[in-house]
């Protein structure tokens, strides 16, 4: 796993897709998912989570060490939470924060998409499948992001802290470290193999709604020969904390 950091530097990653209209709200989140320990509330006040729980707006849902949570919302969007990961959103904005950790995030065409923010670092989402890694130390953001594409048509756009612009298709990663100067970093990641390993692919009772352009994708990549092993162009995202 690289470890991947999270800061409000003044940078922002911009993702770009064509969407659909905007949808009045998220609505509501339910947990229909947990390994391990998950816990829900405000902080302080929070009690461990269990399947079928409402997450209601505002509220954080954390997973420690080892554990795993999984929410649906009304729009049929989709988040999943690798260990020690902090969630939380806000249904009228259309909003999803991801404070530390690693998140699987998928959402449907046409439903108006999602704004995600991470430490200072935001953008908006539609009709795609993505893994967000943050990295924060005592619970706190120590710069940096990675962004790696799963699947999805439209073009997804990384802007650096120096206004550098790259564009990376499903497969590619994109990484921006901390006080980093230049264009963002781009890996292409092995797809076949983070289908084998990442947890928040494969670790959950239902299989994701666009399993199968994953594969696709992950066969697409292979057909470009784009990986030729497990160096470094052969790199496969983890989330297990």
Known sequence: ?????????????Y????SGAWSSDLGSAKITAIRNKVEKGEPGQTRRAVVQDSL??????????????????????LARLGANTTFSYNSES??????RGTALIHTPPGNGGLT???????GTVSGNTFLLTAF?????????FALL???????????????????????????????????PRIFNVNLAQTIRTCPLIGA?????????EIRQAAIQQQARGEIKGTGATGLAISSDG
Request: net charge neutral; hydrophobic share 35%; no cysteine.
């Open 15 to 18: 993702l770009v897709f064509v």
């Open 149 to 183: 594409v799963l699947e999805g048509r439209s073009m997804t756009r990384v802007t650096g802290p120096d206004g550098f612009v790259v564009e990376i298709r499903p497969g590619q990663m994109a990484v921006v470290g901390s006080g980093s100067k230049g264009a």
């Open 204 to 212: 959950f009772p239902d299989p994701l709604p666009t399993m199968q």
């Open 1 to 13: 796993m690289i470890p991947i950091r999270f800061q409000k530097l003044g940078f922002f990653i």
């Open 116 to 122: 995600i923010t991470s430490g200072g670092v935001s």
């Open 56 to 77: 209601p707006d505002g509220q954080r849902l954390d997973t420690r060490q080892n554990s795993l949570a999984e929410l649906k919302f009304n729009d049929q969007s």
């Open 136 to 144: 924060s130390e005592q619970g706190k953001a120590t710069g940096g």
């Open 94 to 99: 259309r909003l999803v924060q991801i404070d």
